[in-house]
């Protein structure tokens, strides 16, 4: 592959439709929760456009042409790989409540991921998510911590979880969405933790028909164990709750070997 082609590669911008996460219409989302997802959606969108660059992604395509003109035409895409290394850089909220995540894997964690040498002659890959919020949820976005920015100082391992308020809902008073919302942020912080050391299996399928998106779907999984982290910080904005967690490096090898 070529240098240039290399680069236009990387910087791939695929934007998920909300439709991917097949959740009813009628089903009514928080501002909190709509931000949340939208920032997942495009976290598995970007991890599903570095799984392109990296591995490639299975094309079955149908056109029927009579007398010079295109009657049909279908593309269907699929891949179905596993990436572990990869960082977030950076989270940006848009005016019509989508998000947009930067996601990076450098070179050498590309070949440990390999098991072996490739040929790059950059650094590091870079690409952009997109994610669109829940149906009838387009309300601006206010800032929001990443769930899955690491940061490692000398021998720890830092990440952040981020937890929504739940739905309006009268046998829940306001102590108890609290500390659901605080809870369900250290469970996103120990999926973010898991993406940082074992990975994430990313499945995703893409169907276009006469040129128009009709479907676009991904999957992510993460199956692991995690033993020794600790939360170090819980913070609540009165809508969102931030929850970091911290695990030491050796703790982490004690949980691998």
Not at 45 to 60: A, K, M, P
Not at 104 to 113: A, G, H, P, S
Not at 146 to 167: E, H, M, T, W, Y
């Amino acid at each position: 592959m070529k240098s240039a082609a290399k680069l236009s590669c990387l910087f791939l911008l695929v934007w998920l439709a909300a439709a991917g996460y097949a959740t009813p219409q009628s089903q009514e989302y928080s501002p909190a929760q709509a931000k949340l997802m939208a920032r997942e959606a495009a976290i598995n969108d970007g991890y599903r456009t570095l799984s392109e660059i990296i591995f490639g992604l299975t094309i079955q395509s149908q056109t029927s042409v009579q007398n010079y003109v295109v009657e049909h035409d279908e593309i269907r895409t699929k891949l179905d790989p596993f990436i572990k290394g990869a960082k977030i850089i950076a989270t940006r909220y848009n005016s019509d409540g989508s998000c947009d995540v930067d996601i990076e894997l450098q070179i050498e964690d590309l070949e440990k991921l390999l098991g072996k040498k490739v040929d790059y002659d950059i650094p590091v890959i870079a690409v952009t998510g997109s994610g669109a919020p829940p149906r009838g949820n387009n309300a601006p976005a206010a800032a929001i911590p990443n769930s899955a920015v690491k940061k490692q100082f000398d021998r720890v391992i830092r990440v952040n979880g981020s937890g929504a308020l739940p739905s309006k809902d009268e046998t829940i008073n306001a102590a108890q969405a609290r500390l659901m919302a605080i809870g369900a942020a250290k469970q996103d912080a120990y999926r973010a933790l898991s993406r940082e050391i074992y990975g994430i299996n990313v499945e995703a399928n893409t169907y276009v028909r006469d040129f128009v998106m009709k479907s676009d779907k991904i999957k992510s999984n993460v199956d692991a164990f995690v033993r020794g982290a600790r939360v170090v910080d819980t913070k609540f904005d009165g809508q969102i709750a931030t929850v970091t967690l911290e695990l030491r490096l050796n703790a982490l090898a004690e949980i691998i070997y």
